[in-house]
């Protein structure tokens, strides 16, 4: 009798490992599906005017009430959002690019080819809320690297641009709902 219930605990747990250690494998995607442009423009696309009234503001310091003029230094050296360029969204949890996102890099790219050909840009990754800090970190990283690769693949120098992840710490819209989350799950272009 213990034989057998010794031998049905075994079967059990090795069951459990193996239906376990399947969970972890990463799925890679070729091509995202092609969203409607009807769709597109009222989820997936939201208005750059007020991504960029919402972005975040600066805390000001008792350095920045200095008289000698420390804090026109440091706005001089602080990066400024490229209003020629298009900032990039991303569905949830996923770093790779949509159709609708590649059309907005191959204008990014020709803006830096054509107008722009010295530019230094440097590549921002934000998420949503959702998520721990240190995970949300990674996946902005893996958002700016695939719209840099991206540019890189339309002929943009790999010299001029650079990558940076803030994760969910720069959010452009403030909310907990579906159309805030949105709006912050985007890569964006900021000269350096």
Known sequence: MKRRVLTLLAAISLAAL??????????????????????????????????????AKPVETAASLDPTGAKQAAKAAAPVADSSLETVYFYFDKSDLRQDARN??????????????????????????????????????????????????????ADRLSTISYGKEKPAVQGNDEAAWAKNRRAEFVAK
Do not use: F, M, W
Not at 18 to 32: Q, R
Not at 121 to 143: K, M, P, T, V, W
């Open 104 to 157: 907005v890099l191959s204008k990014n790219a020709e803006v830096l080819l054509k107008a722009k050909p010295n530019a230094k840009i440097q590549i921002e990754g934000h998420c949503d809320e959702r998520g721990s800090s240190e995970y949300n970190l990674a996946l902005g990283d893996r958002r700016a690297k695939s719209s840099l690769q991206y540019l890189i693949t339309l002929g943009v120098k």
């Open 18 to 55: 193996v239906l376990g250690g399947c969970a972890n494998k990463e799925v890679v995607k070729s091509e995202e599906a092609v969203v409607p442009k009807a769709a597109e423009s009222s989820v997936a696309a939201p208005a750059k005017a007020e991504a960029k009234a919402e972005s």
